[in-house]
Structure formats: C-alpha cells, structure tokens
C-alpha cells in the first residue's frame, strides 16, 4: 500500500507551510485504533498515525501529538537542549475541530484540522492551524 501524506500549516505570523509526499504504509488494527505506520522521505524518521472514530493519536520520531474531537488536550513535549542540560517541559494544547474518513474500493482519505495553542482554550496564544490528509492506494 502506498499514502499520499499532505500536511498544510499554517503558523501564527508566518507564511503557509506544505508538506507532501507519498511513501509505503503498513495498516494494522490495535487496541480499537486503525492505525498506518510510514517513514516521512526527506528526514527518514518513522511515523504513526492512528485513529478511532473520535480520537486521533501521532507518532512522528519522538513527538507525541493526542487529538480529540472538541476537546483541548495537553500533550507535554521534554526538551533537552544539549546533554548534560536539564530537561524542561513545554506545554501544547490540541483541539480537534474536523475529522472525516472516506472509502471506496480503491482509495481510502482520511482527512482532519486542529489547532494548537500553549494555553488551554486561549486563541490569543495559538501556534497555529493544520489540516492533515491522508490518502491510502490499496
């Protein structure tokens, strides 16, 4: 199987950010998620992306990324910046506010948008705004 990976952001004070590519996709069924697993082309770094019909959860290396629908959720990030530094905590907020699915025989286009911010239900403080569509060939 092969997936179409788009990914449009759209930062705060910052010009539209587009990410597109197309990889091999592995599918599997785990613990009530549908999940596909890749590896994004340009940084080699490996990606997961499952989903139930109201919870959407990324992997992407060693970042994290919980989404619900209409619901801000904390996702902790910890950063280190050099080895021998300590390790601090960096709050993000995600919101969930589209999520679609979409089959034939032939295609499979999971589409969905979130926000994210630093503060719980605060726009004034958002990163910014993403849109993710996924297109699976069988």
Same mark, same amino acid.
């Given at each position: 199987? *092969?997936? *179409?990976?788009?990914?449009?952001?759209? #930062?705060?004070?910052?010009?539209e950010l587009? &990410?597109?590519f197309?990889?091999?996709?592995?599918k599997?069924?785990?613990?009530?998620?549908?999940? $596909?697993?890749?590896v994004? #082309?340009? !940084?080699?770094?490996s990606n997961?992306?499952?989903?139930n019909?109201n919870e959407i959860?990324?992997?992407?290396?060693a970042?994290?990324? =919980?989404?619900?629908?209409n619901?801000?959720?904390?996702?902790?990030?910890?950063?280190?910046?050099? #080895?021998?530094? #300590?390790?601090?905590?960096?709050d993000?907020?995600? $919101?969930?506010t589209?999520?679609?699915?979409s089959?034939?025989? !032939?295609?499979d286009?999971?589409?969905? =948008? $979130?926000?994210?911010?630093t =503060? !719980?239900?605060?726009l004034?403080?958002?990163?910014g705004?993403? *849109?993710?569509?996924? &297109?699976?060939?069988k």
């Amino acid at each position: 199987m *092969k997936i *179409k990976f788009l990914s449009v952001a759209q #930062p705060v004070n910052s010009d539209e950010l587009v &990410t597109n590519f197309t990889a091999s996709v592995e599918k599997d069924n785990d613990f009530g998620y549908e999940a $596909y697993t890749f590896v994004e #082309p340009s !940084q080699g770094v490996s990606n997961r992306i499952e989903f139930n019909e109201n919870e959407i959860n990324i992997f992407a290396g060693a970042t994290t990324l =919980k989404l619900r629908m209409n619901e801000w959720i904390l996702n902790v990030f910890n950063i280190q910046a050099t #080895p021998n530094s #300590p390790v601090s905590n960096f709050d993000i907020w995600t $919101y969930l506010t589209d999520f679609n699915v979409s089959r034939d025989n !032939q295609i499979d286009v999971i589409e969905f =948008k $979130y926000i994210l911010t630093t =503060k !719980q239900e605060d726009l004034d403080s958002k990163v910014g705004d993403y *849109k993710i569509t996924l &297109t699976i060939s069988k």
